[in-house]
C-alpha cells in the first residue's frame, strides 16, 4: 500500500509488566509500514520500563522515555511532543489492538478527508462488544459545533454518538497539539472527552466507521476504578474545565444545560456506585422512559446491571405492574438479597407478556434479542427503548 504519511503510537505505561509486551507487539505487528512506536514509561515501580526496553531493542521504529512519575496526561504530552508523525494514535499499556487498524485507519482518513477518524472498541470484560452505532462523515463548520459536540460527545442515546476515549482515533498532529495541551497535568478523569470538545472545536471533519480494532482491558487497579469521594472530586474539576473550554470559545451560553446535565448524571452515577457483589444502589440514575407502556403487563426484567437495577427499582412502585421474573445471561455474577437474578433459559416456561431489555448500549440490545430468539422468545413479546437518565 502507498502511504505517504508517518503515523506515531504513543503508549503510556505505568505498572502493567503483565500486559506491556502484549500491547506493544500488537503495534508492532501493523500492516501500515510507515509507524512510529513511542513508549512513555510514567515512573513504573514494576519491571514495565525493563520490558519496553527490551522490545525498544528488538525494533527500530520503537522509542522508549522514561519520566519521572507525573500521571497519564503528563506522559501523553510528553510522547506528542517527542512523535514525528503527522498522524498521533494511543495505545494504553494494558490494552492491545488488531493488526490492520492503523492500515483501516489511515484509508479512511485519505478516503473521507478527514481531520479524526473513529472507530468502536471490544470492551474486554468478556461479556460485550461497544461499538459506533452509525457510520458516516461529520462536516462541522461553525454554525453547527455545538450541535455535533452536544450529539456527538454528550448524547450517549444519539445514534452520531463516540465514545471519548482517545486510543480509538486518529488525529492530526497539529490539530491534536493545540487540543492536548490545554489539558492540565494534573488531570486523571475526563480528559479524553476534554480533548474531543477542544478538538471539534478547531477540526472540520470526522468520519466515523463502524469496524472494531481496539480491545480495552478492564483491571481492578486501573485508574478508571478510584474511590467514590475521589471521583466526585474528579469530576468537579472536569466540569470547571468544560466551563474554562465553552467560555474560551464563547459557547458556554449555548453548552451550559448539556456540561451541568453531564455532571449531574455522573455524580448520581458515583452515587449510585454499588460494592463488588451488591445489588443496593443510593440513587435511581436510570429510568424507563414510558412506564404507563409497562402497565397490565406480566413482565420479565432482563438485564441486572445499572439500567436493570433501577427499572427494577422503577417497575416495583407501580401496582399496575407485575414484575414475573429477573434474568441476565451472567445471572451468577449478580447477588440480590431481595430478588434472585436467573438464567434466560427459565423463560419459555414462564407465563409473561413482554421481556424488558434494561441495558444502554444498542450494540447489546442486538446481540440479547438473538439470544432471545434462539430459547424461543417471540419477536413481539421483545421490547427496548433507550433508557432516561434522572434529572435532579
Not at 56 to 69: F, L, S, T, W, Y
Not at 295 to 313: E, M, N, P, Q, R
Not at 374 to 389: A, D, L, M, S, T
Request: proline share 3%.
Amino acid at each position: 500500500m502507498e502511504t505517504s504519511q508517518l503515523i506515531s503510537v504513543i503508549v503510556p505505561v505505568y505498572n502493567v509488566e503483565d500486559y506491556v509486551e502484549r500491547c506493544i507487539r500488537s503495534i508492532m505487528d501493523q500492516t501500515y509500514p510507515l509507524l512510529e512506536i513511542i513508549i512513555v514509561d510514567d515512573g513504573s515501580t514494576d519491571d514495565s520500563g525493563k520490558v519496553c526496553d527490551r522490545l525498544g531493542a528488538e525494533d527500530p521504529r520503537i522509542k522508549v522515555i522514561h519520566q519521572r512519575n507525573g500521571g497519564l496526561v503528563r506522559a501523553r504530552k510528553n510522547g506528542l511532543e517527542t512523535a514525528a508523525g503527522e498522524l498521533i494514535g494511543f495505545v494504553d499499556g494494558d490494552d492491545y489492538i488488531e493488526p490492520v487498524m492503523y492500515e483501516r485507519l489511515y484509508q479512511q482518513f485519505i478516503e473521507y478527508k478527514a481531520d479524526l477518524v473513529h472507530s468502536g472498541f471490544f470492551y474486554n470484560d468478556g461479556q460485550k462488544i461497544q461499538e459506533v452505532k452509525k457510520e458516516g462523515s461529520i462536516c462541522i463548520t461553525d454554525e453547527n459545533r455545538v450541535d455535533v459536540i452536544k450529539d456527538a460527545i454528550f448524547d450517549r442515546c444519539s445514534p452520531n454518538y463516540m465514545t471519548p476515549s482517545i486510543w480509538s482515533k486518529l488525529f492530526k498532529k497539529d490539530l491534536l497539539t493545540k487540543s492536548y495541551g490545554t489539558i492540565e497535568d494534573f488531570s486523571s478523569f475526563g480528559e479524553d472527552l476534554l480533548c474531543l470538545c477542544n478538538y471539534c472545536m478547531i477540526c472540520g471533519r470526522i468520519y466515523v466507521t463502524k469496524e472494531v480494532y481496539y480491545h480495552y482491558t478492564i483491571r481492578e487497579k486501573s485508574m478508571s476504578h478510584d474511590e467514590n469521594t475521589a471521583m466526585m472530586g474528579k469530576m468537579g474539576c472536569l466540569h470547571h474545565s468544560l466551563h474554562e473550554m465553552s467560555i474560551r470559545y464563547g459557547i458556554w451560553d449555548s453548552l451550559k444545560q448539556c456540561v451541568d446535565d453531564y455532571y449531574l448524571i455522573e455524580l448520581m452515577s458515583v452515587l449510585a456506585a454499588r460494592e463488588r457483589g451488591s445489588m443496593q444502589r443510593m440513587i435511581q440514575v436510570y429510568r424507563f422512559p414510558h412506564i404507563e407502556r409497562l402497565f397490565g403487563k406480566k413482565i420479565i426484567l432482563y438485564g441486572a446491571g445499572s439500567v436493570g437495577c433501577d427499572y427494577y427499582t422503577q417497575i416495583r412502585k407501580y401496582r399496575q405492574c407485575e414484575l414475573a421474573a429477573w434474568t441476565d445471561s451472567h445471572y451468577a455474577d449478580y447477588q440480590c438479597e431481595y430478588c434472585e437474578i436467573a438464567a434466560p433459559q427459565i423463560i419459555p416456561d414462564l407465563a409473561y407478556d413482554m421481556v424488558l431489555i434494561a441495558v444502554l448500549n444498542r450494540k447489546s440490545v442486538k446481540e440479547i434479542k438473538r439470544l432471545l430468539s434462539q430459547i424461543g422468545v417471540p419477536e413481539e413479546k421483545i421490547y427496548w427503548e433507550c433508557p432516561e437518565r434522572t434529572k435532579l
